[in-house]
């Protein structure tokens, strides 16, 4: 038995992040964007592997989502738009983030996620509680009770909620000086320099502009789309019609979207160019609520099937709704820094569509041909940040075992049907018509997988090697397989081999590491 050495405290949660960080360059899944000019803020590049692990994850979201859904389809809308587009969405006139500066480290925050950090440091602090409670009865412990009565707890918790209440009801009304007072309120310290010298809270615009037309000036600005839903609802009539949908269907989307981020830090998790595997979900108005709860049903299933941890989310309740949204929550993941957004899943009511018919002209109704009623539909979003899934499959596989007697090793356990490279072939030797033999299997296979030869070092530095970017099958061949017509395969977390009959390889792959075994 080996153990699995993971800890998450305060100083080890920031150097987890820079082993992962180290790690995905060191391996191929991700570079600084022009690092050779020293780097731009907050862009990044995905290098072999880490292009293969993000198709992957695109090509698991769009199959449960499109293809194992009768009424769901997919489009990719363009990344450019007319500009009422943004107007009638409110991105013009209220796509705005709560800008506060730090007087003495001279450091840019959000006002909001200062304030949700602090209610994050009292919400472990409750989970501390927990855990004492738990050492201390063990087996008779009852969490539920325990939380509904413990001093400690309900004190937290009214404390919590009274933050809540207060940050409600400034942002709702849009009180920037109220946001300033609650920092100061809660002495919310900037994590840099200690101090609490705060400016005043401004809002500042997300819209990245530019201009249509080849000479400045002469043709009007678009913008950079600073989301991918925008591009479902313009289509929703063209799609409606043309695919002969009724109601309830879905649009779903892969595309990339802009942000000019106040703060974009946090390796991948926050960048200013992202892509969203995003799905709006129409349906007849007073439906909304229960296919909400339909869809946080179905996407924390998703999650839990790829096997990292259902300890490891949890769901979060917005506490101020976005102007389109009569209920809002996140899926959140506990990433090296912590619980974080991962997936948003928003009831946005009808304002989408209304604001597109008044903006364009265009009536973008439903007509039930049982009720004979025409209606503008309401839609239940559900949205993830491909590269926050990226960091949430890379961050939670990456491990260090000891394997005892002075031996370790570091291994990305990635789900198997995630991986990168799903089968290494690494023939024993370079001779004796092992390369050969190995060249054969290796066409057997790689039409439907992705695999690696490697040749060189010793066969346990080669599996090590592969163990690092989460392969999580090695076909070794030797001499018997020239007679046997057999390799060994070796399993990445067990570390387990076996012999199977080259026959018999492909439907022996496909088993361990195809698409279907997540469904």
Same mark, same amino acid.
């Given at each position: ?19 992962? &960080? ?13 690092? &050779? ?17 993000? =198709? ?48 003495? #480290? ?131 009539? =063209? ?131 049982? *009720? ?9 979003? *559900? ?24 031996? #370790? ?40 997988? =992705? ?65 279907? *075994?997540?469904?």
């Amino acid at each position: 038995m080996f153990h699995v050495a993971k800890h998450k405290t305060a100083m080890s949660q920031e150097d987890g992040l820079k082993k992962v &960080i180290s790690h995905a360059k060191e391996y191929g899944f991700v570079f600084p964007s022009s690092e &050779i000019y020293d780097g731009l803020s907050a862009a990044y590049d995905y290098g072999q592997l880490g292009s293969e692990l993000k =198709n992957n994850i695109k090509n698991y979201w769009w199959t449960a989502m499109v293809r194992m859904n009768d009424n769901i389809v997919g489009i990719d809308a363009s990344i450019f738009m007319h500009p009422k587009t943004w107007k009638a969405s409110g991105h013009v006139d209220a796509f705005n983030d709560p800008l506060i500066d730090n007087k003495d #480290s001279k450091k840019r925050y959000r006002a909001d996620v200062l304030i949700e950090d602090h209610i994050a440091k009292i919400e472990k602090k409750i989970d501390k509680d927990v855990a004492k409670g738990l050492k201390r009865f063990g087996d008779d412990f009852n969490e539920a009770e325990f939380r509904a009565t413990n001093t400690n707890v309900l004190r937290r918790k009214k404390t919590i909620d009274e933050i809540n209440e207060k940050f409600k009801n400034a942002m709702n009304a849009e009180d920037l000086a109220g946001v300033k007072a609650l920092i100061e309120e809660l002495e919310i310290v900037c994590p840099v320099s200690g101090s609490k010298n705060w400016t005043d809270v401004r809002q500042f615009n997300l819209m990245f502009s530019t201009e249509l037309g080849a000479v400045s000036g002469d043709s009007g600005v678009i913008y950079l789309r600073p989301e991918t839903a925008q591009g479902i609802f313009v289509n929703y009539l =063209n799609v409606q019609k043309s695919g002969r949908m009724k109601l309830p269907f879905g649009i779903a989307q892969i595309g990339k979207a802009f942000r000019n981020e106040i703060i974009a830090r946090q390796f991948i998790f926050r960048m200013r160019e992202f892509e969203q595997m995003e799905m709006q979900f129409f349906v007849k108005p007073g439906d909304q609520g229960e296919w909400y709860e339909y869809w946080k049903t179905e996407r924390i299933k998703w999650h839990s099937t790829l096997g990292l941890g259902d300890e490891n989310y949890k769901f979060h309740d917005h506490v101020k709704l976005a102007h389109y949204a009569d209920a809002a929550c996140d899926i959140e993941f506990d990433f090296p820094m912590g619980f974080k957004e991962l997936e948003g899943i928003h009831s946005r009511t009808d304002f989408d569509l209304k604001s597109h018919e008044e903006f364009s002209g265009k009536k973008l109704r439903f007509f039930d041909p049982e *009720t004979k009623e025409s209606f503008v539909p309401y839609v239940v979003e *559900t949205s993830i940040g491909l590269d926050r899934m990226f960091l949430a499959v890379l961050s939670s596989s990456f491990k260090e075992e000891d394997l005892g007697e002075g031996n #370790s090793r570091t291994v990305l356990s990635i789900p198997y049907a995630l991986a990168p490279v799903k089968v290494a072939i690494l023939p024993l030797v370079k001779k004796d018509g092992l390369p050969e033999k190995a060249r054969e299997v290796i066409s057997k296979l790689r039409l439907n997988h =992705n695999c690696q030869y490697d040749e060189k070092d010793g066969i346990g530095r080669r599996y090590r090697r592969q163990d690092a970017i989460g392969t999580p099958l090695c076909v070794t061949i030797d001499h018997d397989s020239l007679n046997d017509h057999s390799v060994t395969v070796r399993e990445r977390d067990g570390m387990t081999q076996e012999r199977i009959l080259i026959s018999e390889l492909p439907a022996y792959v496909e088993s361990r590491v195809g698409m279907a *075994t997540l469904f």
